[in-house]
């Protein structure tokens, strides 16, 4: 019997695992409209606990504004809450850091910012910090000391080891520390598209056996060497991974933001992107200069229906694209949240 890909996009519960384009809080509709379930913040990333603790703070007050009886959004820190959030036809919110700074030097601040709603904390972003070497530093030392006791608080408080934009030695020694699952929220295979962003095999493969998953990120130059990837070659991703590791380890974590393309108009992204260049946090080996276009089909959040559609026409079964969409994450989540 032939798959009905517009229902069972419908049906299903689909998560993006990374979404700095919602920095601002703008943008819910346009995760509403492509019937995304779950969509991951980016609440903290380099900033130190007072500029955190403040954007957590305004997200806290825009979802307070939008989540009342006629609202759209509302917070989720368990998989429970997600599940309601499909049945309510809300976007469930989830808090997500994008590195270890807004914990700053205080291990006490994983604790703090787990009461708060942040389920997920990737350890760097790029570059070297207290905790590790991020991907794209010179060199990867490996974990500190004080990331070894970060990621032991982490188990400790239930909040899930990402390892994406970390270093590849950083990111074994995480998993050798780590007692729960471990993911990769937003990284490709390396052996597709080589980048310093995307993940060699063994990574991939150690995360998938410690019983966690990887999301497959839509940034262009991590897609292909073509500045317009297609849809296809996004999926070419998810169908080696899942090849790879199984389709129990893969999920989404496109990393939609906005200094992308149909967000961003061209200059303003050119100087977004030179302000990054210039900080360091990018390089422009690893990050080529905008316009940066998502896979063609699912530019933005908004049309991901067509994503769910060319994986059944690639021949992916319902249950493993459910499970791509947003079951596997559901899994992981509540394996390491209890919750």
């Not at 933001?257 to 050119?270: H, R, S, W």
């Not at 530019?299 to 499970?323: C, H, I, W, Y």
Request: glycine fraction near 10%; charge should be negative; proline fraction near 5%.
């Amino acid at each position: 019997m032939a798959i009905d890909a517009a229902k069972l996009h419908q049906e299903a519960i689909v998560i993006d695992a990374v979404c700095p384009l919602l920095r601002g809080q703008k943008y819910t509709d346009w995760y509403i409209e492509g019937g995304v379930t779950i969509a991951a913040p980016s609440v903290g990333a380099l900033d130190g606990i007072d500029v955190t603790m403040r954007s957590v703070a305004a997200w806290k007050a825009f979802i307070q504004r939008n989540s009342g009886n006629a609202g759209k959004v509302t917070q989720v820190s368990s998989v429970k809450e997600m599940r309601q959030a499909k049945k309510d036809g809300r976007l469930g919110l989830l808090f997500h850091f994008q590195g270890t700074d807004p914990m700053e030097d205080d291990l006490d601040m994983v604790h703090a910012y787990k009461d708060l709603g942040v389920g997920v904390v990737q350890l760097c972003y790029n570059v070297r910090n207290r905790v590790g070497d991020g991907a794209d530093e010179r060199q990867d030392s490996g974990l500190s000391y004080f990331g070894v006791e970060m990621i032991r608080k982490m188990n400790e408080a239930r909040v899930i080891v990402d390892v994406a934009h970390t270093g590849i030695k950083t990111s074994f020694d995480a998993l050798d520390v780590s007692e729960r699952p471990v993911i990769c929220s937003h990284g490709n295979p390396r052996a597709v598209k080589d980048s310093y962003r995307n993940l060699p095999d063994d990574l991939m493969k150690a995360i998938a056996q410690q019983g966690g998953v990887i999301g497959m990120v839509g940034f262009p130059a991590f897609v292909a060497d073509d500045p317009a990837p297609t849809l296809d070659q996004f999926i070419d991703h998810i169908s080696y991974t899942v090849d790879l590791v199984g389709a129990d380890h893969v999920g989404l974590g496109i990393d939609y933001y906005n200094g992308q393309y149909l967000v961003m108009p061209d200059d303003q992204a050119k100087a977004y992107y030179d302000a990054r260049i210039k900080s360091g946090k990018w390089r422009p080996g690893t990050y080529p200069p905008p316009p940066h276009k998502y896979p063609e089909g699912i530019e933005t959040p908004r049309t991901l229906q067509k994503l769910t559609q060319r994986m059944v026409e690639r021949g992916f079964s319902a249950e493993d694209t459910g499970k791509v969409l947003g079951e596997n994450w559901l899994r992981v989540y509540e394996q390491v949240w209890g919750i």
